[in-house]
């Protein structure tokens, strides 16, 4: 029974993954239980990192799991999104400056490194020749 149990998590990346958002949802919930001061995906990875150094979970039973949650993080941690989340006051006139800020001060650097570069470029053409 054991083997088909490890065989069935081995190959099954949905189980995998279902299985650490478990694991998470039980470490989220004894965190707030507890009133522990970190959050619970902290406490979660502990406890990941404790039963695989302990050799109680196998790696090959998470890897497809984790490598599915790996190939999508953007979609699982975008820290301005969540940014957004808490100052609701970005999403109206505050936002559009801060946006207008973060272009315009992008675009200066962008254009300030093209002219030094072409200077640069000239200026050891120049002492080429």
Same mark, same amino acid.
């Given at each position: 029974?054991? =083997? ?5 998590? =081995?190959? %099954? ?27 619970? $995906?902290?406490? +979660?990875?502990?406890?990941?990192? $404790? ?11 998470? &890897?497809? #799991?984790?490598?599915?949650?790996? /190939? ?13 989340? %808490? &100052? &609701?006051?970005?999403? $109206?006139?505050? #936002? ?7 272009? +315009? ?6 254009? $300030? ?11 050891? =053409? /120049? &002492?080429?020749?």
């Amino acid at each position: 029974m054991l =083997r088909r149990v490890s065989i069935l998590f =081995r190959r %099954n990346r949905w189980l995998q993954a279902g299985a650490l958002t478990g694991l998470w949802w039980c470490c989220q919930w004894l965190a707030q239980a507890l009133a522990l001061p970190v959050p619970g $995906g902290v406490v +979660g990875m502990v406890v990941l990192l $404790g039963l695989l150094l302990s050799g109680r979970l196998p790696a090959s039973w998470i &890897h497809r #799991g984790t490598t599915g949650f790996l /190939d999508h993080m953007v979609l699982f941690f975008v820290p301005a999104f969540m940014a957004l989340m %808490n &100052h &609701h006051e970005l999403l $109206g006139l505050v #936002g559009l400056k801060m946006l207008g800020v973060i272009l +315009g001060s992008t675009l200066v650097v962008m254009v $300030g490194t093209a002219l030094v570069v072409e200077l640069c470029m000239r200026g050891r =053409r /120049d &002492h080429a020749l």
